[in-house]
């Protein structure tokens, strides 16, 4: 309830950009499920959101460009989608 009411309270003047920092930690189902939904909506609104996560699914979900940070640093950074793909052919099981 309180990372919701963070939100709420974060977005009461309509900025332009947002940073959201890890917000679905500790939160239930139901209210992470809330979240993705504003998020969505904020996207459709044309909004610039910085997410950070270290739930990929939430980030591939989420994310139209990513940037993977170690250390402090941007090691790899692009649209998720070219990202993913860019792995696939580069990992190999044996």
Do not use: W
Request: net charge negative; with cysteine.
């Amino acid at each position: 309830m309180k990372r919701r009411l963070n939100i709420g309270c974060a977005l009461m003047h309509a900025p332009k950009l947002i940073l959201l920092d890890e917000p679905t930690v500790g939160v239930d189902p139901q209210s992470r499920r809330y979240i993705f939904d504003i998020i969505n909506k904020l996207k459709e609104e044309g909004r610039t959101i910085i997410y950070v996560s270290h739930y990929m699914e939430e980030i591939e979900s989420l994310c139209d460009y990513v940037a993977f940070i170690d250390k402090g640093n941007i090691v790899e950074e692009g649209k998720i989608d070219e990202l993913f793909e860019s792995l696939r052919r580069n990992i190999s099981l044996f």
